[in-house]
């Protein structure tokens, strides 16, 4: 301890102290739980609103399989909180009904299953702002025409519904006007 | 005759488990215990509650039981009548997950996340100025909402009637909607389901208010039902059976009415406090915003265990879990939770500069599901600093006062709740000042 002055030792206790202070680590932080992934694709499940989520979870996905994509869905218990997540910007895609299209902002929307009522085919609806959401626009559409081709929209559906409801390819061609 | 009359009198009031001893040899006055029945008696025969079961014991012993009008209609309400004792299902809850916290199973400081992934990156919602579209925004909360949060309604998860409680109040407006859209049952009513199931869409709504910042009474102890069983990997009611109401010999306290006890339960009625007084009849009611049903303990799919308000009970068998706590944990030689955890949860405020203003009134703090009054200087006073206590919906009340070693229960089944904080103020008068020490 030759040459170990008082000088020396004062700066050592004050950095000893520091890291003591440091080491009291908080035990509740936000980080304990990872970082949030960005949702890609928003969804909703409200109470009583008939629709079945888990087939149209099922379409969007085997269609953005098709092309190669395996986007992050969240089905939400509200529909407000769905919406809010498109409009917002916290979501680039949203998995709803026409109504969903939020009336102000640049929007666009494929419909993807006629719906079991009279008007209330589903849609997935896109912010026209931000690559992500060109990037899932293109890749959606192409690979939900994919899927009528090749059986595998049908096998959904059958799955979950028993039968594919008439005349479906050519019900979602009219409310997705820029297929060929 | 007096046979007779001995003979009706044993069936209007089974057997105790507890003799009532004379108020004078633990302290209280006779006289003055005995102002209550004229109370309570009023109140019925001005038709503002249909019945009521009061109970007041000091130092272990019961001094004053007494059941005052009906039941039911044709029914007289009796000592042993059975009751939804709604929020004051929240201090059993809260001890059960004591019990957890004492087996090294948990820790107040643990993320609800940790048990429920649901819970993780929660989010504040935060009203914008009228006219907004969206009326809000979302912000990352600052915090993960804790075990401790739960205990202490401070995790910012508001019951949906709030809205009907503060129909000015926007924030509880959006929340009682988006409580609709999601389906989130206060647990007063049927419900399909699991507490499991609800939770789960529950935790991915938005906090109402920042975590710890703000006393904000509700949906915690629900979420508190779920963790049980998540760390207990028992069902609740199997868990609350086991731990809790078979140690304590609660023996008519359940989540679901067995058919045999069904007509030991107090009919709920309507008043308007002016003399216009209705049995409601079973299925779903709605006072505004707020929806409830008398016919959940016994209607329905009876696979939601409500940790918020789900136990039916007697006021024999709250007085004994009152006691467990006033005892510091044990009771007749079995112990439920140690001195230590019952100090933590019953004589600690933990809400900081917050005021447990829900039920009580400035001047209440808040321990780890039950109120406690730090001071004597505000409207609502239960008698001493130190009493702690809750209540439930359908107008039931436990009180506990550590210091003068003295509970005291009031059990009704009345709707709306909010014109018996009088009645239950007056009671509370009435049994601090009937101590003769």
């Not at chain 1, 030792?9 to 890291?19: D, E, T």
């Not at chain 1, 890609?40 to 098709?66: C, K, N, Q, T, W």
């Not at chain 2, 019961?62 to 029914?75: S, T």
């Not at chain 2, 993960?144 to 508001?158: N, Q, R, V």
């Amino acid at each position: 301890m030759k040459g170990f002055s008082i000088f020396r030792a004062i700066p050592l206790l004050f950095l000893l102290l520091s890291f003591a202070a440091g080491a009291t680590a908080p035990r509740i932080s936000a980080q304990m739980f990872g970082v949030e992934k960005k949702d890609d694709i928003a969804a909703y499940s409200s109470a009583g609103s008939g629709r079945d989520i888990d087939m149209l979870s099922e379409l969007v996905m085997a269609a953005f399989a098709e092309k190669g994509l395996v986007p992050i869905l969240d089905v939400m218990p509200s529909r407000q909180l769905a919406r809010y997540a498109l409009s917002s910007g916290d979501a680039p895609s949203l998995v709803g009904l026409q109504e969903d299209i939020p009336a102000r902002g640049n929007y666009r929307a494929v419909a993807f299953y006629p719906g079991d009522q009279e008007g209330k085919a589903d849609f997935l609806i896109f912010s026209r702002e931000g690559k992500r959401a060109e990037e899932l626009y293109r890749a959606f559409n192409a690979g939900l025409q994919e899927i009528l081709k090749n059986g595998k929209y049908r096998k959904i559906v059958e799955k979950h519904h028993g039968r594919l409801p008439q005349d479906i390819a050519l019900k979602l061609k009219g409310l997705n006007p820029g297929w060929k | 005759m007096r046979k007779l009359l001995l003979l009706l009198f044993l069936f209007a009031n089974p057997a105790l488990a507890q003799d009532i001893v004379k108020p004078e040899s633990v302290g209280l006055s006779s006289a003055r215990l005995e102002r209550i029945d004229g109370l309570i008696e009023s109140h019925v025969e001005e038709k503002k509650i249909a019945g009521a079961v009061v109970l007041i014991a000091r130092h272990g012993k019961i001094a004053y039981f007494k059941p005052f009008g009906l039941a039911d209609i044709g029914r007289p309400m009796q000592r042993d009548t059975l009751f939804r004792i709604a929020s004051m299902t929240k201090p059993l809850v809260s001890v059960a997950v004591l019990q957890l916290y004492e087996q090294g199973k948990l820790l107040l400081s643990d993320p609800v996340a940790k048990y429920i992934p649901e819970f993780s990156h929660p989010k504040v919602i935060e009203m914008l100025p009228q006219g907004s579209d969206p009326p809000f925004k979302l912000v990352p909360a600052k915090r993960d909402i804790t075990i401790k949060d739960l205990l202490t309604h401070t995790a910012g998860l508001p019951y949906g009637f709030d809205a009907e409680w503060f129909p000015g109040d926007r924030l509880y407006q959006e929340m009682y909607s988006l409580y609709q859209d999601a389906g989130i049952s206060s647990g007063l009513y049927e419900t399909p389901g699991t507490i499991g199931d609800m939770v789960k869409r529950l935790a991915k709504l938005p906090l109402a208010r920042q975590p710890g910042e703000a006393f904000e009474y509700g949906m915690a102890a629900d979420v508190l039902g779920d963790v049980v069983e998540i760390v207990s990997g028992m069902r609740l009611d199997k868990y609350m059976q086991k731990n809790i109401f078979d140690p304590l010999k609660m023996k008519d306290t359940h989540f679901f009415i067995p058919d045999s006890e069904r007509a030991r339960l107090s009919a709920v009625w309507s008043t308007d406090w002016h003399g216009k007084l209705e049995k409601v009849s079973d299925g779903v009611h709605h006072e505004g915003k707020y929806e409830f049903s008398p016919s959940y303990p016994y209607k329905g799919p009876k696979t939601f265990f409500s940790g918020g308000c789900g136990a039916i009970s007697t006021a024999e068998d709250y007085f004994r879990f009152a006691q467990m706590l006033l005892n510091n944990g044990e009771l007749d030689g079995v112990r439920i939770l140690s001195r230590k955890t019952v100090e933590l949860m019953t004589a600690t405020n933990q809400i900081g500069d917050l005021y447990a203003t829900t039920l009580h009134d400035k001047g209440w703090k808040f321990g780890l599901g039950v109120a406690i009054q730090a001071d004597r200087s505000h409207y609502v006073d239960s008698g001493d600093v130190g009493a702690f206590e809750w209540a439930g919906i359908f107008s039931t009340r436990f009180s506990v006062d550590p210091k003068e070693q003295k509970i005291t229960i009031f059990l009704s089944q009345t709707t709306p709740f909010s014109h018996h904080f009088e009645l239950w103020d007056r009671l509370m008068v009435m049994s601090f000042a009937s101590i003769a020490d």
